[in-house]
């Protein structure tokens, strides 16, 4: 089962350390409450040490294209085993990444059984990393992703002109959305317009309460 919701914390100072541990606990906490699951991207030092400590999918941010060996300051898919992290987020606009290193993720992903949530910023973009086969392909516009204006709301074509051919080519691959998604509207504008989940940072890392914000965007998923 696939996460509705994934929560990117980057690396933003209100969602690093402690804190990225009681959002990941407040994201479980609001899963078991309705449902509806939740998985947390923390940063890499954090990332271990939540995955022993909470139920819900962890994800790292980022992971490189090789296997164990000598590549100084790389993160590979094969460490994901060891530590409970459930997959990876890869491609983000924050972090893009040459099509042979998305590929060779993504192939290592796969074959280890594990999730990946591969980013693109338009549906052109959006259907060519769906070719590749990742879990899900989660479609953002780089200049709405922290403005607090949604997607859904502000480029709605984005999300049907990347669920429509992804879905007919692709079937296997989910669609998400994300980039200023932080209300429940915006969420259920989102589904009504083909997306299956939604990938969001700020709305819930920055929130004095996260939970209560988790239960709000979770609301149109239940």
């Known amino acids: 089962m696939h996460p509705k919701i994934i929560v990117n914390l980057k690396a933003y100072k209100e969602a690093s350390g402690k804190r ?29 040490l939540i995955a022993r400590e909470v139920e819900i999918p962890v994800y790292v941010q980022h992971l490189d294209p090789y296997g164990y060996g000598a590549h100084t300051g790389s993160v590979v898919a094969e460490m994901l085993l060891e530590y409970g992290i459930a997959g990876t987020i890869i491609n983000h606009s924050e972090r893009k990444v040459p099509l042979y ?11 280890l059984g594990l999730v990946s949530t591969a980013c693109a910023q338009t549906p052109v973009e959006a259907l060519a990393v769906a070719a ?4 899900i392909v989660a479609v953002e516009p ?10 859904s709301r502000a480029k709605p074509e984005v999300i049907t002109s990347s669920v429509r051919p992804i879905e007919s080519l692709f079937p ?12 429940a509207e915006d969420v259920a504008k989102a589904l009504e317009l083909g997306a299956k989940g939604v990938l969001l940072a700020s709305a819930v890392a920055k929130s004095p309460d996260p939970a209560e914000k988790l239960r709000e965007l979770s609301s149109p998923l239940r």
């Open 142 to 151: 780089p200049e709405l992703i922290g403005t607090g204006i949604s997607v």
């Open 172 to 183: 296997s691959v989910l669609v998400y959305c994300g980039a200023g998604i932080t209300t």
């Open 132 to 135: 590749l086969k990742p879990s």
């Open 101 to 111: 290193h998305l590929s060779a993720v993504l192939e290592k992903i796969k074959s």
């Open 20 to 48: 990225a541990l009681e959002i990941a606990k407040a994201a479980e906490k609001v899963y078991k409450e309705t449902g509806v699951l939740i998985a947390v991207a923390p940063n890499m030092l954090d990332a271990a």
